[in-house]
């Protein structure tokens, strides 16, 4: 394979496990949920521990992510993580407390009691994903960074990365990633948990956060379709100024067009058979939609010449999956590591399956000495 077929490849992976990564933040949503859906304390133990079942998975995502980003585009690892460093540590504080907040809410005589660490894991499920939504925003929208020719680079602004909160699509896409959590959080404890008060509860905590994502979502899809873009010249890789970019390569690439729409309608569908059907299956129609919805997206942003990082210092200064990739000595051997990507994917269908064989209850929590 020629390098750009590698960089394509490499791109391609990079989408899959960052829309896997997404779907899975529903451990995040319900997080937010706790008190939304749980009035008692056994509610309460009964959501976080369906929830507890499936937080290392999303943590496995999130590591494969920036692994796989890291190895296969180190430039944008450099930039990004070296420059916009106040988000990027934001977000990873917000990662550690969640894993302190399952390992300590119910040891013995903690000293700062379980609601303490209630409040960390709504921290990761608000603060953490819409800190997560503002950072994939900005690749959209761009940083403030530059890069010389020797592929140093340095940012441009003394708040490295906090002014991304100030444009107004990426707080959207923030917004939109955490509406959709607890939306994708509603309907998983549809289908993990047996308990009829909280059931009861489900479907006007699943209508409200549909809305506000929908409004939200779009809100960002028009702005990506019908807002500049940056596009490259694959032959000199200079960056100029294009009118409606995405909307472009849709039309120059239908099928990507086609499999948004299909990803969209089955997100609809599975929201409309949940609160019109009270069909406990529902998530793993929308879990399709948002999987495929969300790799389409990410697609765009590094196919048909597009810049996936813009520049907002130095316009040349651009990434693309060609000036920030590996080597291609680097990229087909990490080609051949990849294939164990359909392991991992395996271990975690497994893993699911056997924990979700029956629905969790209130007695079956209490009579486990060791839950979360």
């Given at each position: 394979?020629?390098l750009?077929?590698?960089q394509?490849y490499w791109?391609?992976?990079v989408?899959v496990i960052?829309?896997?990564?997404?779907?899975?933040?529903f451990?995040q949503?319900?997080q937010?949920?706790l008190?939304?859906?749980?009035r008692t304390e056994d509610?309460?133990d009964?959501?976080i521990?369906?929830?507890?079942?499936k937080?290392?998975?999303?943590f496995t995502?999130?590591v494969?992510f920036?692994?796989?980003?890291f190895?296969?585009?180190?430039l944008?690892?450099?930039?990004?993580?070296g420059g916009a460093?106040?988000?990027?540590?934001?977000i990873?504080?917000c990662?550690?407390i969640q894993?302190v907040?399952?390992?300590?809410?119910?040891k013995?005589d903690?000293l700062?009691?379980e609601?303490?660490?209630e409040i960390l894991?709504?921290?990761?499920g608000?603060?953490g994903?819409f800190l997560?939504g503002v950072a994939?925003?900005?690749?959209f929208t761009?940083?403030?960074f530059?890069?010389?020719s020797?592929?140093?680079?340095?940012?441009?602004m003394?708040?490295y990365?906090?002014e991304?909160?100030?444009?107004?699509?990426?707080?959207a896409?923030?917004?939109?990633?955490?509406?959709?959590?607890?939306m994708?959080a509603?309907?998983?404890?549809?289908n993990?948990?047996d308990t009829p008060?909280?059931?009861?509860r489900?479907?006007?905590?699943?209508?409200?956060?549909?809305?506000?994502?929908?409004?939200l979502?779009?809100f960002?899809?028009?702005?990506?379709?019908?807002s500049?873009?940056l596009?490259?010249?694959?032959?000199t890789?200079?960056?100029?100024?294009k009118?409606?970019k995405?909307?472009?390569?849709?039309?120059?690439?239908?099928l990507l067009?086609?499999?948004?729409?299909v990803g969209v309608?089955?997100l609809l569908?599975?929201?409309?058979i949940?609160l019109?059907k009270n069909?406990d299956?529902?998530?793993?129609?929308?879990?399709?939609?948002v999987?495929?919805?969300?790799i389409i997206?990410?697609?765009?942003?590094g196919?048909?010449n597009?810049?996936?990082?813009?520049?907002?210092?130095?316009?040349?200064?651009?990434?693309?999956?060609?000036n920030?990739?590996?080597?291609?000595?680097t990229?087909?051997?990490?080609?051949y590591?990849?294939?164990l990507?359909p392991?991992v994917?395996?271990?975690?269908?497994?893993?699911?399956?056997?924990?979700?064989?029956?629905?969790?209850?209130?007695d079956?929590?209490?009579?486990?000495?060791?839950?979360y």
């Open positions: 394979m020629n750009l077929i590698l394509e791109w391609f992976l989408s960052g829309a896997l990564f997404v779907f899975m933040t451990v949503g319900g937010t949920l008190y939304r859906l749980g509610e309460r009964l959501l521990n369906s929830l507890g079942r937080w290392e998975l999303t995502m999130l494969m920036g692994g796989a980003l190895a296969a585009f180190p944008f690892y450099a930039v990004s993580f460093y106040y988000v990027w540590m934001a990873l504080f990662f550690i894993a907040a399952y390992e300590y809410r119910k013995p903690n700062y009691g609601k303490f660490y894991l709504y921290i990761n608000s603060l994903i997560i994939v925003g900005t690749l761009g940083g403030n530059i890069v010389n020797s592929h140093l680079s340095h940012w441009t003394q708040s990365g906090l991304a909160l100030l444009n107004p699509f990426n707080v896409f923030g917004l939109m990633l955490v509406f959709l959590s607890r994708q509603g309907l998983y404890f549809l993990s948990i008060t909280i059931i009861g489900i479907k006007k905590v699943v209508t409200i956060n549909f809305i506000m994502f929908l409004v979502f779009l960002v899809l028009g702005m990506i379709l019908f500049e873009g596009v490259y010249d694959s032959t890789g200079v960056v100029s100024i009118s409606m995405f909307l472009h390569s849709f039309l120059d690439m239908p067009l086609v499999l948004l729409v309608v089955s569908w599975g929201v409309f949940a019109i069909n299956k529902a998530i793993w129609f929308t879990g399709f939609g999987i495929l919805t969300v997206v990410l697609l765009i942003l196919l048909d597009s810049v996936y990082y813009p520049s907002l210092a130095d316009m040349q200064s651009s990434l693309t999956i060609e920030s990739s590996g080597s291609h000595y990229l087909s051997v990490m080609a590591v990849s294939l990507v392991v994917a395996g271990y975690i269908f497994f893993v699911w399956r056997s924990m979700d064989k029956t629905k969790l209850t209130i079956e929590i209490k009579s486990d000495s060791h839950h």
